[in-house]
């Protein structure tokens, strides 16, 4: 067939969006930001609410809400990105008890005590906020083109 027309069109919309999608899907630190933002947002829905989807145990020695006494726990939380991952986390050193319960060892002055500290899962999401996650990820890559 060497009567074949070729024909090229150049579309400057097209190109761009073709460039901006292969740059947003190579630099994704702007995706893994808003994930970061969403999960921090869920995490600090968890202390508002007492505990999602289910209530957190209510504290057997003081009355209010379970992790907010002082609220320094749930004002340590931070969140954290970069290009390939989003997270959030605290550096508080009583964190991890209260998120995966547990036995606590002490030494008073009657002797040694141990005390169970219930699950407060506070570190976790719900399944609307993976929803919500997935969303943020639609967007991005709805706004590339």
């Known amino acids: ?4 027309i070729d024909v090229s069109i150049h579309i400057e919309s097209v ?5 901006d999608l292969g740059h947003g899907i190579t630099d994704r630190t ?3 930001e808003t994930i970061a933002g969403t999960m921090l947002n869920a995490v600090t829905q968890n202390f508002n609410d007492g505990g999602r ?22 004002n340590s939380i931070t969140e954290a990105s970069d ?11 009583y964190a991890a008890i209260h998120n995966f319960g547990g036995t606590i060892k002490r030494e008073t002055a009657k ?6 500290m219930p699950q407060r899962e506070f570190l976790n999401l719900t399944p ?9 990820v639609h967007t991005y890559f709805q706004n590339l083109i």
């Open 1 to 4: 067939m060497d009567d074949c």
């Open 15 to 19: 190109e761009k969006a073709l460039t």
């Open 30 to 32: 702007a995706l893994m």
């Open 53 to 74: 989807p289910q209530a957190w145990e209510a504290p057997k020695h003081r009355t209010g809400m379970p992790l907010v006494d002082t609220a320094v726990l749930k």
């Open 83 to 93: 290009n390939d991952s989003a997270m959030v986390g605290t550096n508080v050193i």
């Open 111 to 116: 002797g040694k005590v141990e005390i169970e």
């Open 128 to 136: 609307q906020d993976e929803e919500d996650i997935m969303e943020d």
